[in-house]
């Protein structure tokens, strides 16, 4: 199954549309605003360096904060604003709040393209946990029957020669060039 190709200018201006959108009520923090718009100018760096692993896979780490610190400032923040806003301002709370969604809810997605994009980029992450791992595949395991006779033999009787030995018949030390 082949992945679609989603372009990084095309995540980053969805996310910066929808966060600017969940920034219209002032109903979360700055550190939210202050947090989405740091990643998405980490996705800036990687749309302008397009062979840069490292502004990739920056950009993918800052993706996946801030959909955990996303989550904890919505369940922080929405019961406030809930009782704060009344009127004609709960209209313009609930779509800030949609938006706010909509962008955490897109976050797992462009997660995914951004790691294609590092994968494309010649980056190859693989976690390891330190934990050894078996496997059946017995292709994966180093052959016992190899060809010995490429090794070097260390039983071997001719030494070389060195000139610049001391010469016991001559009695006299090497001559230096």
Same mark, same amino acid.
Do not use: H
């Given at each position: 199954m082949e992945i679609p190709t989603v372009n990084?200018?095309?995540?980053?201006?969805?996310h910066w549309l929808l966060t600017c959108w969940g920034?219209? %009520?002032?109903?979360?923090?700055?550190?939210?605003?202050?947090?989405?718009?740091?990643?998405?100018?980490?996705?800036?760096?990687? %749309?302008?360096?397009?062979d840069?692993?490292?502004?990739?896979? @920056?950009?993918? %780490?800052? @993706? @996946?904060i801030t959909f955990v610190?996303?989550?904890?400032?919505?369940g922080i923040y929405y019961p406030v604003g809930e009782m704060l806003f009344t009127g004609w301002q709960r209209d313009s709370f609930r779509f800030s709040v949609g938006m706010a969604i909509l962008s955490?809810?897109?976050?797992p997605l462009s997660c995914f393209c951004a790691y294609q994009m590092y994968r494309e980029r010649g980056g190859d992450y693989a976690?390891?946990?330190?934990?050894?791992?078996?496997?059946?595949?017995?292709?994966?395991?180093?052959?016992?029957?190899?060809?010995?006779?490429?090794?070097?033999?260390?039983?071997?009787?001719?030494?070389?020669?060195?000139?610049h030995l001391y010469n016991e018949q001559d009695n006299k030390a090497p001559v230096r060039i």
């Open positions: 990084l200018k095309t995540i980053l201006l969805v920034c219209l %009520v002032a109903w979360l923090p700055s550190a939210y605003a202050w947090s989405n718009f740091t990643v998405l100018a980490m996705g800036v760096w990687a %749309v302008a360096q397009r840069s692993v490292d502004a990739i896979i @920056m950009f993918l %780490v800052g @993706m @996946m610190t996303d989550i904890i400032d919505f955490l809810i897109l976050k976690v390891n946990f330190g934990f050894p791992t078996v496997t059946s595949n017995r292709n994966t395991y180093q052959s016992l029957e190899q060809n010995r006779s490429t090794y070097q033999s260390i039983d071997r009787q001719d030494s070389p020669v060195n000139p």
